[in-house]
């Protein structure tokens, strides 16, 4: 139980393009979900809370503008990246919250050429 | 500032030991604090979760104590195998539901 898929896996992309990444919890139903990023050999870094119905909350230093988030239903978020650059390549994982348990994805690598 | 500290070395341990990762955290006041397992290039995975009132929680080989005096969780592998090699993370609650990671502590288990 407490499955969540991201999707895709794997992107490569241009500078300058958006890209969206989805995240679903797969067998429950999330009012909250989260999105992190990991750079190689660091913490997982929280960037925003994604909440069902309404607008995310972003973490000090991320800008929003950037990193749109919508948490259309209780069981998908998605996460764009704007027009990206290669700084904003990056390993992003996200979870769903089951009472005070966060599943998390299997994780997005974003590569920005 | 606030910090999570767990050690960067690799801990290297004999199959059928147990292995003991430190978490150490400062300026933090968890409400609970979690560990997670995480393989190379995928997501974390869920561990145990153990609250600010608990002073030890167990499941199956694995064991988490917490205390918050001295701001610290010790977590224990017991009877390891190969297959537990991996990262430990230790996350803090810090409000909100929301969790703040350390760097994590890699365990290579020797057969």
């Known amino acids: 139980g407490a499955v969540v898929s991201q999707h895709p896996s794997r992107v490569i992309c241009k500078s300058g393009t958006s890209v969206k990444i989805e995240c679903r919890s797969l067998?429950?139903?999330?009012?909250?979900m989260f999105w992190y990023r990991q750079f190689p050999k660091k913490s997982l870094m929280l960037m925003a809370t994604?909440?069902?119905?309404?607008?995310?909350?972003?973490e000090q230093g991320v800008e929003k503008d950037k990193f749109l988030i919508n948490h259309a239903s209780l069981t998908l978020s998605t996460l764009t990246v704007t027009s990206a650059h290669p700084e904003d390549s990056s390993f992003y994982i996200c979870?769903?919250?089951?009472?005070?348990?966060?599943?998390f994805g299997p994780g997005t690598r974003l590569l920005v050429l | 500032s606030q910090k999570i500290e767990q050690n960067s070395e690799a801990l290297n341990i004999q199959e059928g030991k147990t292995a003991t990762l430190t978490c150490n955290y400062t300026?933090?006041?968890?409400?609970?604090l979690q560990w997670y397992r995480q393989d190379p290039g995928r997501g974390p995975v869920f561990l145990l979760l153990?609250?600010?009132?608990?002073k030890e929680k167990r499941k199956e080989r694995l064991k988490v104590t917490f205390d918050t005096t001295l701001k610290q969780s010790l977590f224990h592998i017991t009877a390891s195998q190969p297959a537990d090699s991996a990262t430990y993370l230790c996350?803090?609650?810090?409000?909100?539901?929301?969790?703040?990671f350390g760097k994590g502590n890699q365990v290579v288990v020797i057969p």
């Open positions: 067998d429950f139903q999330a009012t909250t």
């Open positions: 300026n933090y006041s968890p409400a609970y």
């Open positions: 996350a803090l609650e810090y409000g909100n539901n929301r969790l703040a």
């Open positions: 994604s909440n069902e119905g309404s607008k995310a909350t972003y």
């Open positions: 153990i609250r600010e009132n608990e």
């Open positions: 979870s769903a919250s089951l009472e005070e348990t966060q599943y």
